[in-house]
């Protein structure tokens, strides 16, 4: 994947588990607590379920369960990052804790190199380096469209 | 500036397809030999009409073509000319053509100019036979085909319909009169505030009277009343408003989002104690009593009679009837039956295929008809009638019915599943599977075994059912049955687990909790229980829903549903009430759950899932069988 063209992109930072991750911050909505969950019939098990958000029914995902990564315990200091995706749609993910919306410049973002990761290379879109931590950046817009997430209806039915 | 004009635009093609609507309409119910002066007036205005918009707008091809028609129309009205049926023909394909024009209009597309001169030659020959001896200079014809033509013709024509164009400004005004109008043709040669002005009427606009264009727009106000009067008689609803459909949503969204708060209202209030909880409760039922209200009348903005679907189907009925050469009446019933718009829209391609279907293969030929002793002229009959939440709408003829032989002959030449036995009303859903067609041979009316089971599919998407019966020799039937609307359903919540569902009421028959001796398990895996005499497949929802708990036997209590043809207990834990519930998507931002219809907002907020009982049943059913 291409690092982003522009000089510097806003993201915002979560942990997963030991790992930090970042999206692109135009894409989150909205950060809430988990609440109110209901459970969708024979969903795996990372989607949670669904959620009343004004009004809208939005789909629950829990990135820990999802990629293996940190304790899925839920309590009140769980968070809930809303993204706003292409077309439209709206995805709940869940993230052990939200960090900080941090400022990368595109000389600080250096590419993903072929490597066994939980989350496959192709949905990372290169990886940050800010003082000792580094970050690993989501395609969080491919990721959530991909079928392997099944958030979205099977091109074949 | 563009934006005022295309919402003029919309507003003139909304009109133009009414007028043409009122066209076709009136064509069709014409007794040909002897047309009413009413009737033809009413044909004669609405062409007239459509000229008159089409001129304003610059759709010159239009314009045009409803000129010729007018001309002709004006001399059948005067007694010049005479309507025959095959002039009434011709006036269909004419309003067919306009529809095609109109779009391209809409579309900003060019109709092929070839067809377009072809179809204004056939009507101006058309007329020639009487153009002799009438007064109307054919000269006029020509001076209208430039974007001004609508505002010069009707100044040398007498014309009574438009009465802004009938008494002319002074002449020195009529210049200016029509470089005003000129401008929304050629958009660029006007400086935009004139436009505004232009169409002043619509709105007063503030800004500089230009002296130049003042003119015609105090000529088109006081045409407004002229050409209201004009309008047809027989228009019912004497004042009304468009409004887009996205507005009513809107509205019907934020009536839901209400229904929930007073919702999440009344659930609180039950935990209030002391001294003003029974004012809070008294306020509460108000208020419940008065979103329901609200909500109905909103609900009902979006509902339309179904004769907007039934109306096109005498002109369908007609030609086809004409091309195969049979005799087909079509009796329309219950066209007051009122439904949603959204169903409204989507119900025309299925129930067209469904008449063209009737008419195709179920009606026989006349000679065949005779011999079987029956009168010549078919029927089919559309009939519409709400029957508790459903709508029902029925496309039945007095044909030969289905075809069992050929059905299952041609099943198993497709490789379905079938048997000799087979009950008739499974061998009638076999021409819903794909690619399934039992016409002789393909014709362009119907055969290519295309269409019912996109019938079938269009149906189920709008959360209805079609089904058949048929008796051989005497005809067939298409039942198919629709939810009142699309927004809203009555359903009870029942629990199973830790969870809600919603249960839609249409398919409730009834609840009970069975004695331990109704409950048989049948071959050491599925249970039936045992129901006056019935034996019902139990379904427990908590396993087809895949949710863990414990449930006791002694305390279960059972949904009798009924899906279609077939009926099933459904296992809950237990019933909570009932409610009236707004359907959300669960698609908008997830995907089609199997066994889940939608999802709805509960008076806590949370969110709880709609069951597709015909699905859960349906999957069962196939489960059981396999």
Known sequence: MNAPVSSAV???????????????????????????????????????????????????????????????????????IVLNLAGGRVVGMVVDGVSEVMNLPAADIRPVPPMASVVATEYLTGLASVGERMIILLDIETLMASPEMGLVEAVVA | MSIDLAQFFQTFFEEATDHLADMERLLLHMDTAAPTADELDSVFRAAHSIKGGAGIFGFTRLSGLTH????????????????????????????????????????????????????????????????????????ALESE???????????????????????????????????????????????????????????????????????????????????????????????????????????????????????????????????????????????????RDLQEAVMSIRMLPISFVFNRFPRVVRDLSHKLGKGVELVIQGEGTELDRGLIEKLVDPLTHLVRNSIDHGIESPEKRRAAGKPERGTVVLRASQQGGNIVVEVSDDGAGLNRERILAKALENGLPVNEAMADADVWQMIFAPGFSTAAEVTDVSG????????KRNIADLGGRIEISSVAGQGASFIIRLPLTLAILDGMSVAVGQEVFIIPLTYILESLQPGPGDIRRVAGKGEVVHVRGDYLPLIPLFDVLGLRGVHDPATRILLLVQAGEHKAALQVDDLLGQHQVVIKSLESNYRRVPGVSGATVMGDGRVALILDVADIVHASHTAQAA
């Not at chain 2, 309507?83 to 109709?111: G, H, K, N």
């Not at chain 2, 507005?247 to 209202?265: C, S, W």
Request: aromatic share 8%; hydrophobic share 45%.
């Open chain 1, 10 to 80: 806003e993201y915002l930072s979560f942990s997963l588990g030991a790992e930090e991750y970042a999206v692109d911050i135009l894409k989150v909505q909205e950060i809430r607590g988990y609440d109110a969950v209901t459970s969708i019939v024979n969903a795996p098990p990372f989607i949670k379920g669904v959620i009343n958000l004004r009004g809208t029914i939005v789909p629950v995902v829990d990135m820990r369960i999802k990629f293996e990564l940190g304790e899925p315990s839920y309590n009140e200091f769980t968070v809930v």
């Open chain 2, 448 to 455: 290519r075994g295309v269409g019912m089971d996109v019938v």
């Open chain 2, 68 to 139: 010729v028609l007018e001309s002709h129309l004006d001399l059948i009205r005067s007694g010049k000319a005479r309507m025959t049926e095959a002039i009434a023909d011709e006036l269909l394909q004419a309003v067919d053509y306009l529809r095609l024009l109109l779009q391209c209009c809409r579309d900003s597309c060019e109709p092929d100019e070839a067809e377009y001169q072809g179809m204004l030659q056939r009507f101006e020959q058309l007329g020639s036979g009487a153009w002799a001896t009438s007064t109307p200079p054919a000269t």
């Open chain 2, 145 to 291: 085909d430039g974007s001004f033509g609508l505002f010069a013709a009707p100044l040398t024509e007498a014309d009574e319909g438009f009465g802004f164009f009938a008494s002319p400004p002074a002449p020195a005004q009529v210049e200016e009169a029509i470089e005003g109008f000129g401008l929304f043709a050629p958009l660029d040669a006007a400086p935009p505030t004139a436009v505004d002005e232009g169409f002043g009427f619509f709105e007063p606009m503030p800004g500089k009277p230009l002296t130049a264009v003042v003119a015609p727009a105090e000529a088109v106000r006081a045409a407004a009343p002229a050409r209201e009067a004009g309008k047809p008689a027989p228009a019912p609803d004497a004042a009304s408003i468009r409004v887009s459909v996205e507005r009513v949503d809107q509205l019907i969204n934020l009536v839901g989002e209400l229904v929930i708060t007073q919702a999440m209202l009344a659930e609180t209030g039950q935990h209030v104690e002391g001294p003003v909880a029974e004012r809070l409760q008294n306020s509460l039922n108000l208020l419940e009593r008065n979103t």
